[in-house]
């Protein structure tokens, strides 16, 4: 069965940086594009990243274009999420997701916390 395991999350101060790290499994990760998700307290859950299946397209969030990066390493069946340059407002849960065939997949979700 997919499954999507997130971790690298935590408390940073503002202007830090996190990595948040996603391994991929029952499923062909290589040929799948890959998207980070993120939802804040009282918000709805927004789209932050995605990458194609061979990371030679990315498209960001206006509000995190050039302090984020997503990646991935088809070896490692993992996509990433670097993070510079936190603000308070970047604070959430950042999910992992997949769209293999027609169902959509989730991870259990990682805690970014914003704080000084």
């Known amino acids: 069965q997919v499954q999507l395991v997130e971790s690298g999350g935590g408390l940073v101060q503002p202007g830090g940086s996190l990595r948040l790290s996603c391994v991929a499994s029952?499923?062909?990760?290589?040929?799948?594009?890959m998207r980070w998700y993120r939802q804040a307290p009282g918000k709805e859950r927004e789209l932050v990243a995605t990458?194609?299946?061979?990371?030679?397209?990315?498209n960001y969030l206006d509000s995190v274009k050039g302090r984020f990066t997503i990646s991935r390493d088809n070896t490692k069946n993992t996509v990433y999420l670097q993070m510079n340059s936190l603000k308070p407002e970047d604070t959430a849960v950042y999910y992992c997701?997949?769209?293999?065939?027609?169902?959509?997949?989730w991870g259990q979700g990682t805690q970014v916390t914003v704080s000084s």
């Open positions: 990458i194609s299946s061979t990371g030679g397209s990315t």
């Open positions: 997701n997949a769209r293999v065939a027609t169902l959509t997949y």
């Open positions: 029952g499923f062909t990760f290589s040929v799948y594009g």
